[in-house]
T-cell receptor, first 117, second 115 residues
């Protein structure tokens, strides 16, 4: 049973370039969440998506960041015109349901470590 | 505004000792409180979780104690082992009908267990 798969594991971008981070959820999971972890800090929620829909983007910066979860294929977090402050670990998580149930658990991927030089 | 406060930032324990990590939350609408364990270079993994209708949950060497009136909960690791050395995060979720996968994390505690 494959878990949450993220790629690439490491990504280096120059300032001004675009970064694309991919996330394939656990098979059968239709709820995907993106989190950002700055050095020596906790994880901060960015966005919650369900197939083809953005449900909650309250943690997403208003500019340069976007996310999608198409009907087919992985979820994508896109960062345009990256700046040094975007350097962080970006984690994707998925869950089977969104409701209070036994299978509420959010499973995390291993993350993509973005370095902006 | 930080909604989940975690302490201590770091903790050193001898093998066989008890590790205790504390969290306090502000959002009384949270009704799911998981603890995640993260090893360097890895993603967080669910360790144990509790809902506010119980005051304690135990799984093996790991116990969550929950105090709803004080809005606090803690993780106790009994008989701590070097393999437990990791970063631990508490979290809350479920507020206001939001998805339980939308987690508000504490700042994390780096646990080191010396052999």
């Amino acid at each position: 049973n494959a878990g949450v798969m993220q790629n690439p594991r490491h990504l280096v971008r120059r300032r001004g370039q675009e970064a694309r981070l991919r996330c394939s959820p656990v098979k059968g999971h239709s709820h995907v969440y993106w989190y950002r972890q700055l050095p020596e800090e906790g994880l901060k929620f960015m966005v919650y998506l369900q197939k083809e829909n953005i449900i909650d983007e309250s943690g997403m910066p208003k500019e340069r960041f976007s996310a999608e979860f198409p009907k087919e294929g992985p979820s994508i977090l896109r960062i345009q015109q990256v700046v040094r402050g975007d350097s962080a670990a970006y984690f994707c998580a998925s869950s089977l349901t969104r409701d209070r149930a036994m299978n509420t658990e959010a499973f995390f991927g291993q993350g993509t470590r973005l370095t902006v030089v | 505004q930080q909604q989940v406060k975690q302490s201590p930032q770091s903790l050193i324990v001898q093998k066989g000792g008890i590790s205790i990590i504390n969290c306090a939350y502000e959002n009384t609408a949270f009704d799911y409180f998981p603890w995640y364990q993260q090893f360097p270079g890895k993603g967080p993994a669910l360790l144990i979780a509790i809902r506010p209708d119980v005051s304690e949950k135990k799984e093996g060497r790991f116990t969550i104690s929950f105090n709803k009136s004080a809005k606090q909960f803690s993780l106790h690791i009994m008989d701590s082992q070097p393999g437990d050395s990791a970063t631990y995060f508490c979290a809350g979720s479920g507020a206001g009908g939001t998805s339980y996968g939308k987690l508000t994390f504490g700042q994390g505690t780096i646990l080191t267990v010396h052999p």
